[in-house]
Nanobody
Framework: QVQLVESGGGLVQAGDSRRLSCTASGRTFSTYPMGWFRQAPGKEREFVAT????????YCAASVKGRFTISRDNAKNTLYLQMNNLRPEDTAVYYC??????????????????WGQGTQVTVSS
């Protein structure tokens, strides 16, 4: 059983930066790609960013490209999402998730098997 625990959410102002973390249990973290998703009130969960198992390949959604950066530290079993120049439309619950080992940078939520409980990010204007 894999447990993912997000942290780092909170209330920020537009233009601020914030870094989210996701710590995974177990000893297989480095063999799976990971992703970040978010869900705003009344909206469906949407893909934010994904990173390969080694960390060498990343991909971000167009809505956050150039502002958000996904990274990982496999020695610490931790996934990160650095969010810069935050906007009110970035307000959402952010989730980390584990992707399937056979995909390099998955983006479809249906392919991810383990999810964290989510952390709220609220951006005020």
């Amino acid at each position: 059983q894999v447990q993912l625990v997000e942290s780092g959410g909170g209330l920020v102002q537009a233009g601020d930066s914030r870094r989210l973390s996701c710590t995974a249990s177990g000893r297989t973290f480095s063999t799976y790609p990971m992703g970040w998703f978010r869900q705003a009130p009344g909206k469906e969960r949407e893909f934010v960013a994904t990173i390969s198992a080694s960390g060498g390949t990343t991909y971000c959604a167009a809505s956050v490209k150039g502002r958000f950066t996904i990274s990982r530290d496999n020695a610490k079993n931790t996934l990160y999402l650095q969010m810069n120049n935050l906007r009110p439309e970035d307000t959402a619950v952010y989730y980390c998730a584990r992707g399937p080992a056979w995909l390099t940078t998955p983006t479809d939520a249906r392919d991810f098997d383990y999810w964290g409980q989510g952390t709220q990010v609220t951006v005020s204007s």
